[in-house]
């Protein structure tokens, strides 16, 4: 298990949650076909919108990993990574995804990186973890307090007690 980080763990929830609202319940494949469709197409020809969530979401059906180490590598920094790495280790199949792809690169290589390893860790989730950030973990190893403030512990008294000693 890999750590990756918090903001790509998080970017990966938020995939899952957008494909199961696109989807719907009950699930309505045809809508979503329509939906990935268009972003496709958008991206393909250049435009679309600049968001993670949505690039990641075009990308996350039809994508392949030809290195997954080297992504997962590049999932430990959110802001800055190797973006031309990132596109070596991935591919899509020819067509209007694979010109997708390529316009990614072209036109928006740093959100393109993150997308990708996004939708990587979206198809991939054994292959990594988050840093638990939980109240429980970061209450983790600190000494426990179990002793209420100004009550005097049992330990503590018997050290001065006097009639103790004799």
């Not at 899952?16 to 958008?42: C, E, H, T, V």
């Not at 996004?118 to 002793?147: I, N, V, Y």
């Amino acid at each position: 298990m890999r750590r990756v980080h918090p903001e790509f763990a998080y970017q990966s929830r938020e995939l899952a949650d957008q494909i199961d609202g696109i989807l719907g319940d009950p699930p309505d494949r045809k809508n979503y076909q329509n939906m990935l469709n268009a972003l496709m197409s958008d991206y393909a020809s250049g435009g679309g919108i600049d968001d993670l969530n949505m690039m990641a979401f075009a990308l996350v059906d039809v994508i392949e990993f030809t290195d997954p180490k080297a992504v997962l590598a590049e999932a430990q920094d959110f802001e800055y990574g190797d973006a031309a790495r990132v596109f070596a280790a991935a591919k899509c199949p020819d067509g209007v995804a694979a010109e997708m792809l390529a316009a990614l690169e072209e036109n928006h290589p740093d959100l393109g990186r993150q997308a990708i390893i996004t939708a990587f860790l979206h198809k991939h989730p054994r292959l990594w973890d988050e840093d638990d950030t939980s109240l429980d973990q970061l209450h983790e190893g600190e000494e426990d307090e179990d002793e209420e403030e100004g009550v005097v512990s049992e330990e503590f008294a018997q050290m001065f007690d006097q009639e103790g000693e004799q």
